[in-house]
């Protein structure tokens, strides 16, 4: 209860699925939360829903104006930044052979460059506070690839190796970084899956079921809180034990 207490939050994608979740989550833990995400309809629509902890930022993560804009918006109305989720992520799928230029340009942008350009600005603020959060959204797929995923995988491991650079580089400014490699979760980008894909999936999982993003939200609240304190650089794995 209370785990965070006060902290101001934003969570990029916070709109659906899992980062509605976490916002979710990061309020009833006493945060203040500010949704970054993409889309207006959906993310005040979600903000609402949440209540007066929660507020929405109309954001690209792929683009480096909205991002500052973001984290100005946030500094000038709440004075700080405590934890940033890189929640945002996108998914077009296709064999290596079907894959055009585009699909594997814009999964990297905004799986990837949109954490660099989050994480760039928003750890200027926490830098300056001498204090900060920053959890990065993987995936499993970035251990063990997957079909179709040239893109999505190639966004994930090189967060996953971001997230190790900066562990280094921002812990000297009291600034923890980790990763969440969630496995199948029961969301909008899932949804999209073929059913006899989504059946296969649930087979590889040892527990036997897919995960929901109240189970992600969790753990992104105890990887923010305090009682994480000494976790920095890790990539936890939350799968149901797909990855045994
Ligand atoms: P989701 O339901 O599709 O939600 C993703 C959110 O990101 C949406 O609200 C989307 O907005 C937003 N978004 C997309 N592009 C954006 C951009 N350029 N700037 C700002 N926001 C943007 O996805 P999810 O399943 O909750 O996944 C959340 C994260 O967990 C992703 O990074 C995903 O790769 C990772 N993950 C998910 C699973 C899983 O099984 N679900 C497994 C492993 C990892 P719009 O809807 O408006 O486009």
């Known amino acids: 209860m209370n785990l965070l207490k006060d902290k101001i ?18 309020i009833d833990a006493g945060a203040t939360v500010i949704i970054a995400d993409f889309d207006d309809k959906t993310g005040t629509a979600t903000a609402d829903d949440l209540g007066e902890q929660c507020s929405f930022v109309n954001t690209d993560v792929s683009n480096t104006d909205s991002v500052q804009e973001l984290v100005q918006t946030v500094k000038e109305q709440h004075g700080r930044i405590d934890v940033l989720v890189n929640n945002a992520g996108i998914l077009q799928d296709q064999t290596l052979e079907k894959m055009d230029e585009d699909q594997f340009d814009r999964v990297l942008q905004v799986n990837l460059r949109g954490v660099f350009l989050c994480t760039k600005y928003a750890a200027e603020v926490m830098r300056e506070q001498g204090s900060g959060v920053i959890l990065n959204a993987s995936s499993v797929v970035a251990r063990f690839g997957n079909f179709g995923q040239t893109n999505y995988v190639a966004a994930k491991a090189g967060l996953e190796g971001m997230t190790k650079v900066w562990a280094r580089e921002l812990g000297k400014h009291g600034i923890r970084v980790n990763a969440v490699a969630p496995g199948f979760i029961q969301t909008d980008m899932t949804a999209q899956m073929p059913e006899k894909i989504i059946k296969m999936m649930e087979d590889k999982v040892p527990l036997k079921r897919w995960g929901q993003p109240e189970e992600v939200a969790n753990l992104y609240c105890f990887l923010a809180s305090d009682d994480a304190a000494y976790i920095s650089g890790a990539v936890l794995h939350i799968d149901g034990g797909v990855v045994v």
């Open 9 to 26: 939050c934003i969570v990029t994608g916070g709109g659906h699925g899992i980062g509605r979740a976490t916002a979710d989550t990061f």
